[in-house]
């Protein structure tokens, strides 16, 4: 995925080192990393500038509490699994679901599931107080095809947290902007007390993604 590999971790370190290479070849040189989110996700110990998104979100909406029960799709590597743990503290508990393994240890047994969300299965799930989507699709380059391909992640999530988040629970969606965007705003407005649209400040500057939240979510009848 483009805007991971440009991250300071994994392989997106990679990258920076072979750039300090360069310099000792008599290239210019550069700060390791130039990106102040990804060089402070690294000082504060997680594995994705991402996190700074969602603490953004949480700063400003109130997702979490002590105590919550946390799905979290999407959650490799790990830094929004990490951050919500914090979070909910040690009363809490949460699932980390995502295609491929975390790139950290959550200090919870049995939080992460290797799944795909399209074929999840929900039968020993209990019903969760926030819902999370940070979803992207592989990206093709196209933006038309990238854009549908995010938005059928974000209606899984969507459909997802209508089965399982409790009345009163909040869910958190990524989406890259395209012509779903008014469609999935009225579908968050049916079935949530508010919806708020937010770009967080670590958002990159290029990039067409936005947080769908929904807080409080009405009771079905
Ligand atoms: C931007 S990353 C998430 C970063 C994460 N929130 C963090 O802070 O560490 C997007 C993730 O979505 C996952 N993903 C994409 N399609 C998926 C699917 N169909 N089911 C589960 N996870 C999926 C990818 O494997 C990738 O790890």
């Not at 402070?40 to 400003?60: C, N, T």
């Not at 399982?164 to 629970?169: D, E, K, N, T, Y």
């Not at 919806?195 to 990159?204: C, D, H, I, Y």
């Amino acid at each position: 995925m483009g805007r991971r590999r440009r991250d300071s971790r994994g392989k997106g370190g990679g990258k920076v080192r072979r750039s300090g290479l360069a310099a000792s070849r008599g290239g210019p040189r550069h700060p390791r990393s130039a990106d102040p989110w990804a060089e402070r996700a690294r000082r504060e110990g997680y594995p994705a500038r991402s996190v700074y998104k969602l603490q953004e979100i949480d700063e400003r909406l109130g997702l979490f509490e002590p105590g919550q029960r946390v799905l979290d799709l999407g959650a490799a590597p790990g830094s929004w699994s990490l951050y919500a743990l914090k979070r909910i503290g040690p009363e809490g508990s949460l699932l980390a679901v995502d295609l491929t393994p975390l790139g950290v240890q959550l200090p919870l047994p049995g939080a992460f599931r290797r799944a795909d969300v399209f074929e999840m299965d929900l039968a020993d799930l209990e019903p969760f107080d926030v819902v999370l989507s940070d979803m992207a699709p592989a990206t093709s380059g196209q933006r038309a095809l990238d854009q549908a391909r995010s938005a059928a992640l974000f209606e899984a999530a969507l459909g997802l947290a209508e089965r399982l988040l409790r009345p009163g629970g909040h869910f958190v969606g990524k989406l890259l902007q395209g012509p779903d965007l008014q469609t999935l705003r009225a579908r968050l407005r049916a079935g949530f007390q508010s919806e708020r649209l937010v770009r967080p400040r670590a958002t990159r500057a290029d990039s067409t993604e936005i947080f769908l939240v929904g807080l409080q979510r009405r009771e079905t009848t």
